[in-house]
C-alpha cells in the first residue's frame, strides 16, 4: 500500500482509504472514496500538482493533498 | 392573465447550465447582485406557452449542497427559504452526459428538498463520440423525475424541456435518499426533537453556514440532543452522506448507462499533452496571451477613431445648431466630450472580454491553473490565483470576486491584495493615449513599438503583482490549510451565442457603471472649471486685455488667453495649483492634476476629464488626441513627450485609483485594515517610480 502521491504514470490503482479529517469534502463528493479507481494522467511541468482521474472524473490536486489517500496498485 | 413560474436552474460547473439559460431565456436576461453581497444573480424569463412565462434563475454553480464559498451559499439559502420570492416551483438540475455520475450526487441531494426536481442532460451531441448509452425512461423510474436529454450546441431537446416545466405539478417530490440510513441513531434522534420536518433541511441547517437559517439554527442548536455532536464528527457523517448517495446513484446507473470504451474517441488527452507540456504548454500560453494584446491594440483602432471624430463632430454640430449659452456650453464641453471619453473604449474592452470568455469556455483556463500552480505557489499564491489575474486584465472587481474558489486563506488574501496591480480595462484608455501621444510608430520584428509598450505595461503589472506576493507572503503570518481541487473540464468550442452575450453583458455593465461615475464628473468639473471665486475669475478679461496691451495681439490670440486665465483661476484650476507642487517632480501640471484627482472615482475619467478640461472655452472642436497634443509647457514644448508620459504610464499602472475596488476589497476581507494597507502602500510606489522615471528621463 502507498500513498496516492507516489502513483506513477500508467499505473492503475484503487483508493483504500482516505483522512476525512485532512481531505476537504469537495474532493470526496467529486468521487475520491474508498473503493473507487484511481490514474495518474499527467504530471504538472514542475512534478506538482498532480492530474488524475478518480472515478472517471478529471481533477487536479496538490501533492501535499494526495498524500492523505492512501491506494493499492492494480497489477 | 399570464402566470408566472419559478424555475431555479441548478447544476455543477462546466456541466453548460449556463448555456441551457441562454437557450431558454435568449436575451430576456439581467444580471444583478444578491442582496448585500457581491454574489452574480442571472435571471431572465421565457415564455413557456400562451398564458405561462418561466422566471428563470441561474444559480451560482455547485458541486453539492454542502457549501464551502458564499457563491454556494446562495443556491441552499434559496432553496431552504420558502418565503423568498424567488422560491422555485421547479427545480432544474442540469448535468453533462460525460460526468453523470458526479453531478448525480448535487441532482440527489435537491430531490430532497421537497421540490418539484426534474433532470436536464445536456451534451448529449457527445454520446455517441463517447460511446454512451442511456436508457432514460428506466433512468426516470429509479431516479423518481424526468429526464430532458438536450444538446445546447445543437439546440436539441429544448421544447421538450419546457413542456416538463410547464408540467411541473406531475413530478414526484419524494426524496431517493433514506437519510435514515446514514446514521439511524443521529437521524433518530433529530426526529424526535423536531418531529414532522424534513430531516435533511435539518441536516443543511445544522452543518451549513447559511445566513438566512439563523433563526432556525438557535431552534436546532438550543435542542440539547443534537449539541453532542463534534465538528469532526459531523463531517464524518457528511462523508458517509455522500458515500450512500454515490450508491445510490450507481445502483440507479449500473443499468441505465453504460459506455463502450472501444468506440470512444477522446481528443482530450491528446490536447492536454500538448497544452499541457512542460516547455510547449508555456509557449503556447505566452503566445496566446501576445495575441490578444496585438489584437486588442490593431484591430480596434479603426472603430475608435471613427468614434472618436463621431464625438467631436457632435460636440461641434451641438454648438452650431443649439441657442449659445450656459446649457448648451454644458452640453458640448462638459457631457459630450466626457461621454466621448468612455464610448471611444468600447471595441477593445469587448475584444478584451471576448478572449477572457473564449478562455474560459474553451476548458483552457483549468489548464493554466494546472500548468502554473506550482510556480505561483512560491511567491505565496495558488494556480488559481490565475483566474483572477488573468481576468483583472478587464476590471479588477469580478477578479477579486473569483478568488472565493481559492480554498486556503493566505493565498486567497495575497491574491485579493495584488490583483489590482494587473491592467485593468479602466488603464487601457490612458494607456493608449498616452502611447500613441508619446511612443513613435515604428515597428521591430513586426511588433509595432507602441503594440510592444502596451504589452510591456501589462507584463510590468503582472510582474508587479508577483513581487509584492513574494514579499506579502515573507510578512503575512497566517496559518491555514492548503486546500486545491480543480475539475479539469473536457475540452469545449466557445457557444458563439455564450460567448456573444457575456461580451455584450459585460461590456454593456462595464460602459453603463463607468459611464454613471463619468457623466457626473464631468459636470462637476465643467461646472467648477467655468466657475470661480473673487476678481482674477470675473474680471479675467479686462485684467487680460490690460496685461496684454502692449503686445498687439489678434483679438484670437487675445480669447484664447483670456480663457486660459479664467481656466487658471476658476475653481478647478486652483485645486490643482493647490497639488502642483507635489506632482510638478513627476513631470505634471496643475491640469494633469486634475485629472489625477478625479481619477481616483475611477481610472477611466483621466481621459474625459483632460478632454473636458481642454474643451472649455475653446471652440476649435477637436479629437481627444490632438487636443492633448496641443497642449504646451510654458517654454513652449509639447507638455506630453517621452518623460511626463512614461511617468504618468507607471503612475497609472502602481496607483489604486478605484473606489470601487477598495469596496470590493473591504467587502471580501471583511474589513477596511487590508483596502487601506492597499491604497496607502500602491500610491506610494505609484509615485516613487514615477518620480525616478521621470527625473532620469527629463
Known amino acids: 500500500m502507498i500513498t496516492l502521491d507516489q502513483i506513477e504514470k500508467n499505473q492503475r490503482a484503487k483508493i483504500v482509504s482516505i483522512d476525512t479529517d485532512l481531505l476537504p469534502l469537495k474532493l470526496i463528493e467529486m468521487g475520491c472514496l474508498p473503493g473507487n479507481e484511481v490514474h495518474l494522467e499527467q504530471l504538472a511541468p514542475l512534478k506538482d500538482p498532480m492530474y488524475l482521474v478518480i472515478d472517471g472524473c478529471h481533477l487536479a490536486i496538490r501533492k501535499e493533498t494526495a498524500q492523505h489517500i492512501t491506494i493499492d496498485l492494480i497489477a | 392573465m399570464t402566470t408566472n413560474l419559478n424555475v431555479a436552474l441548478i447544476g455543477n460547473p462546466n456541466t453548460g447550465k449556463t448555456s441551457v439559460f441562454n437557450a431558454l431565456t435568449g436575451l430576456n436576461q439581467k444580471v444583478g447582485n444578491y442582496p448585500g453581497i457581491t454574489v452574480e444573480k442571472k435571471q431572465g424569463s421565457c415564455r413557456l406557452n400562451r398564458t405561462t412565462k418561466a422566471h428563470i434563475i441561474d444559480l451560482p454553480g455547485t458541486y453539492s449542497l454542502n457549501a464551502s464559498s458564499m457563491d454556494e451559499s446562495v443556491v441552499i439559502e434559496l432553496l431552504l427559504n420558502k418565503n423568498d420570492k424567488d422560491y422555485p416551483d421547479v427545480a432544474v438540475v442540469v448535468s453533462d452526459i460525460e460526468n453523470l455520475k458526479r453531478n448525480l450526487l448535487l441532482f440527489t441531494q435537491i430531490k430532497d428538498l421537497e421540490i418539484p426536481t426534474l433532470l436536464v442532460i445536456n451534451m448529449s451531441d457527445r454520446m455517441q463520440r463517447k460511446g454512451i448509452s442511456l436508457d432514460i425512461a428506466l433512468l426516470e423510474q429509479k431516479l423518481k423525475t424526468k429526464i430532458a436529454l438536450i444538446s445546447t450546441r445543437e439546440k436539441t431537446g429544448i421544447d421538450q424541456l419546457k413542456e416538463f416545466i410547464l408540467d411541473y405539478r406531475s413530478l414526484s417530490k419524494e426524496s431517493i435518499t433514506d437519510i435514515h440510513a446514514i446514521d439511524s441513531d443521529y437521524f433518530e434522534n433529530l426526529e424526535k426533537v423536531f ?93 496566446i496571451l501576445l495575441t490578444i494584446f496585438q489584437v486588442i491594440f490593431d484591430w480596434s483602432s479603426i472603430p475608435m477613431d471613427f468614434i472618436d471624430k463621431s464625438f467631436s463632430k457632435l460636440s461641434e454640430l451641438t454648438k452650431a445648431n443649439l441657442p449659445p449659452g450656459l446649457f448648451t456650453n454644458l452640453l458640448a464641453e462638459g457631457i459630450i466630450s466626457g461621454l466621448g471619453g468612455i464610448v471611444i473604449f468600447i471595441p477593445q474592452i469587448a475584444f478584451l472580454f471576448l478572449f477572457i470568455a473564449v478562455l474560459e469556455e474553451t476548458g483552457y483556463m483549468s489548464r493554466v491553473v494546472f500548468l502554473m500552480d506550482r510556480g505561483l505557489r512560491k511567491y505565496g499564491l495558488s494556480g488559481k490565483s490565475v483566474i483572477p489575474l488573468i481576468s483583472g486584465t478587464a476590471c479588477a472587481i469580478p477578479a477579486v470576486m473569483a478568488t472565493r474558489n481559492i480554498e486556503n486563506w493566505k493565498e486567497r488574501l495575497i491574491t485579493i491584495l495584488v490583483t489590482p496591480f494587473t491592467t485593468c480595462s479602466a488603464r487601457l484608455p490612458v494607456y493608449l493615449i498616452l502611447i500613441s501621444l508619446v511612443i513613435p510608430e515604428g515597428s521591430f520584428l513586426g511588433m509595432g513599438y507602441q503594440g510592444l509598450t502596451l504589452m510591456g505595461l501589462y507584463l510590468l503589472g503582472f510582474v508587479m503583482a508577483l513581487l509584492s506576493s513574494a514579499l506579502l507572503n515573507k510578512l503575512l503570518k497566517i496559518q491555514s490549510k492548503t486546500y486545491f481541487v480543480i475539475e479539469m473540464p473536457n475540452y469545449k468550442l466557445p457557444l458563439l451565442k455564450n460567448v456573444g452575450i457575456t461580451v455584450f453583458e459585460k461590456t454593456k455593465s462595464f460602459v453603463v457603471e463607468a459611464g454613471k461615475i463619468i457623466l457626473a464628473i464631468s459636470i462637476l468639473l465643467w461646472v467648477m472649471a467655468s466657475f470661480g471665486p473673487g476678481e482674477q475669475f470675473n474680471n479675467a478679461e479686462e485684467i487680460v486685455r490690460q496685461e496684454q496691451a502692449q503686445y498687439q495681439l489678434t483679438e484670437e490670440a487675445l480669447s484664447t488667453k483670456i480663457a486660459s486665465h479664467k481656466l487658471e483661476h476658476s475653481f478647478i484650476g486652483i485645486l490643482g495649483k493647490t497639488i502642483e507642487p507635489a506632482i510638478a517632480p513627476l513631470g505634471f501640471d496643475w491640469k494633469i492634476g486634475i485629472a489625477l484627482i478625479s481619477s481616483f472615482a475611477a481610472r477611466e475619467v483621466f481621459v474625459g476629464t483632460l478632454a473636458t478640461i481642454y474643451s472649455v472655452g475653446n471652440d476649435q472642436e477637436e479629437t481627444i488626441k490632438n487636443r492633448m497634443a496641443a497642449e504646451r509647457k510654458p517654454n513652449g514644448e509639447a507638455l506630453f513627450d517621452l518623460p511626463t508620459g512614461v511617468s504618468l504610464m507607471l503612475f497609472y499602472a502602481f496607483a489604486l485609483q478605484c473606489m470601487s475596488t477598495l469596496a470590493i476589497v473591504k467587502k471580501e476581507t471583511n474589513s477596511w485594515k487590508w483596502p487601506m494597507i492597499q491604497l496607502f502602500s500602491m500610491t506610494v510606489i505609484a509615485y516613487l517610480s514615477a518620480l525616478t522615471v521621470y527625473q532620469i528621463l527629463a
Open chain 2, 195 to 287: 418531529p414532522n420536518q424534513s430531516l435533511y433541511k435539518l441536516w443543511l441547517v445544522i452543518t451549513q453556514d447559511v445566513n438566512f437559517a439563523k433563526l432556525e439554527r438557535k431552534k436546532v442548536e438550543d435542542a440539547t440532543d443534537y449539541k453532542t455532536q463534534s465538528e469532526s464528527h459531523l463531517k464524518r457523517l457528511q462523508q458517509k452522506e455522500t458515500i450512500k448517495r454515490y450508491q445510490n446513484i450507481n445502483n440507479a446507473l449500473k443499468e441505465t448507462y453504460t459506455v463502450d470504451i472501444n468506440s470512444a474517441t477522446d481528443i482530450r488527452s491528446r490536447l492536454d499533452r500538448v497544452l499541457i507540456h512542460r516547455f510547449w504548454g508555456y509557449i503556447i500560453f505566452f503566445m
